[in-house]
Each structure stands twice: as structure tokens, then as C-alpha cells.
């Protein structure tokens, strides 16, 4: 299989884990910060599972 780019969460373990593979294939790790965990609320909410949803399919929410 032909890998064209590699693309990592910022997270440290995440960097640690693919950074053999780049080193072998002599490419950078590109860092995407979209890849991050994100918290969905700090509240209980009832209807959880369609705000998480949400955060899938309207990519940019508003503030």
C-alpha cells in the first residue's frame, strides 16, 4: 500500500506512534489539530448521541 502523506493528532502518544513509520519512509508527520479529542459538554445531556452527531455533520458549529 502507498502512503502519500501521514497526518497525526497533536497528542503526543499519537506523534510517538506513527513517527516509526515516517522515519522509514522518510516523510513528515503532518499534525491536524481537527484530530483532537473534543469534549461535547460539561453537562448531562439527554440527547447526547444527536449532539455528537452534530459535531460530525455541521463541521463549523456556531459560537
Known amino acids: 500500500m ?3 502523506r501521514i ?3 497533536p497528542f503526543l502518544r ?3 506512534t506513527i513517527e516509526p ?3 522509514k519512509k ?3 508527520v ?3 489539530r481537527k484530530l483532537s479529542e473534543r469534549i461535547l459538554s460539561t ?3 439527554p440527547d447526547w448521541f444527536e449532539k455528537l452527531e452534530e459535531t460530525f ?3 463549523q458549529p456556531e459560537i
Do not use: C, F, R, Y
Request: hydrophobic share 40%.
Open 14 to 16: 499519537a506523534i510517538q
Open 7 to 9: 497526518i497525526s493528532s
Open 2 to 4: 502507498k502512503v502519500d
Open 43 to 45: 453537562k448531562n445531556l
Open 26 to 28: 522518510n516523510m513528515k
Open 57 to 59: 455533520t455541521d463541521l
Open 21 to 23: 513509520l515516517a522515519e
Open 30 to 32: 503532518e499534525i491536524n
